[in-house]
Structure formats: C-alpha cells, structure tokens
DNA sequence: TAGGTGACGGACC
DNA sequence: CGGTCCGCCACCT
C-alpha cells in the first residue's frame, strides 16, 4: 500500500523535535513533494483536533503562524502550543524561526 | 467544466 | 521592515 500525501505529511510532521521549527516548504520537501507547501497547509487542516501529532511546529516560510479566520481559532492555539514548549511567539504570530529550524530531516530521510 | 480560493513561497519594490 | 504580484496545486462552488 503506498502510504497518501496526507499520511506522509503526518509521518513527516512526527518526526519535527521538541521546541523545533519545520516550514510547509520544507515539510513539502522532505517527502518528494517540491513545491506542493499549499498542499501540506491542506493536509494539515484536514487534521483533527486535537491531535497527538506536533502539526504546531509547522510554520510558513516567514517565520509566522498563518493566521486566518477560517481556522476558528486553531492558529491562537498553535501559538499557545509553541509557547508552551519555550518558543516566543509575539503579537503578530512571529517566532524565531531561523534559531529553532529543524535541519536534522535530510539525515535521517534515505 | 471553469473559475475563485487558500494553514505557501519567492521575487520585487 | 511592509506590501504586491505571480506561480503553484488541490478544493469547492
């Protein structure tokens, strides 16, 4: 069975380290899938909450949570999770994304 | 079927 | 720093 795009976004997303940072791009990346970061937002919010998974470590490449109406509330909540694994995340959903970029992926993917 | 939309990204100003 | 534009691709009218 070849595993769907959701679930190795999901197997992708498990693998983000404690208080460590990934980008949709960079998720898109991993799993052979360049170019397709809307494609890892969709998956993400097809995502039920709450979840086991650490889909809160997913960030955009600005270093900023995506805040949207549309996520009722799901993107205060990313910035609470982050919070509360020693990450700041000011007003305007920044977080020090370049500090806390996850890098160790291209390692362990073969 | 066609066109608008979005939890994106990069180039540009 | 911030704002705009365009390419991208799956979803939803």
Redo the contacts with the bound molecule.
């Keep these: 069975m070849e595993p769907s ?1 959701d679930q190795r976004v999901y197997a992708m997303v498990a693998r983000i380290p404690m208080g460590q940072l990934a ?4 998720i ?1 990346e991993l799993i052979g899938a360049w ?8 998956a ?2 097809r ?1 039920p ?1 709450p979840s086991e998974l650490p ?2 470590r ?5 270093g900023c949570i ?6 009722e509330g ?2 205060w909540i ?1 910035a609470d999770l982050l919070r509360r694994e020693g990450i700041a995340v000011d007003a ?1 959903g920044r977080v020090p994304l370049a500090a806390r970029r996850w890098r160790g992926a291209a390692t362990e993917i073969e």
């Design positions: 795009f980008t949709y791009g960079q898109a170019g397709c970061a809307r494609q890892v937002g969709w993400l919010r995502l909450l889909w809160h997913v960030v955009n490449a600005r995506s805040l949207s109406l549309a996520r799901s993107d990313q305007q």
